[in-house]
């Protein structure tokens, strides 16, 4: 964008990210057991065990285990409510990080994007896509809507 990165670094505080996916009508909300094919495309992210940790630290997975065996997932079967689409509103999804020193001094090295993502990962910054799992195993969304937004 041109911004000399001296600029970045000293004004930045925090970033955040954000995407709006559909919230599951209440009024028609159903549990499902999630099919075979969800759960390998699940495991098969290279995030997948830091995803997990993620969740368990919350309190949304269980501790023993495979923790994604006994998963329930939700949709919306339509209804007067949400006018037959199974979604009423929507949510946000989020990621955020606060630029400390070691973050000011990638900006100030001019690193990528990527690398400074990398970072604060692996700091422990909770991901979009991993906020948005939270979200559809508590069944506020689907699955479908966080890989729609968060991949």
């Known amino acids: 964008m041109g911004v000399e990165p001296f600029l970045l670094a000293s004004t930045l505080a925090l970033a ?15 549990s499902a057991a999630p099919e075979a094919s969800i759960l390998e495309s699940l495991r098969a992210r290279p995030d997948f065990d ?39 509103g929507r949510t946000a999804v989020f990621e955020l990080f606060e630029i400390d020193d070691r973050i000011r001094a990638m900006i100030m090295e001019r690193r990528d994007a990527s690398s400074i993502r990398a970072e604060v990962i692996g700091r422990g910054m909770k991901t979009m896509f991993q906020d948005g799992l939270a979200k559809a195993l508590l069944g506020e969304t689907t699955l479908e809507e966080v890989f729609r937004v968060a991949l």
């Open 16 to 30: 955040v990210a954000q995407r709006l996916v559909r919230r599951i009508c209440l009024s028609c909300r159903e």
């Open 50 to 88: 830091q995803t997990i940790r993620v969740l368990q630290s919350e309190g949304v997975l269980g501790q023993a285990g495979d923790s994604l065996s006994s998963i329930r997932l939700f949709h919306g079967s339509g209804c007067v409510q949400c006018h037959g689409s199974g979604f009423r």
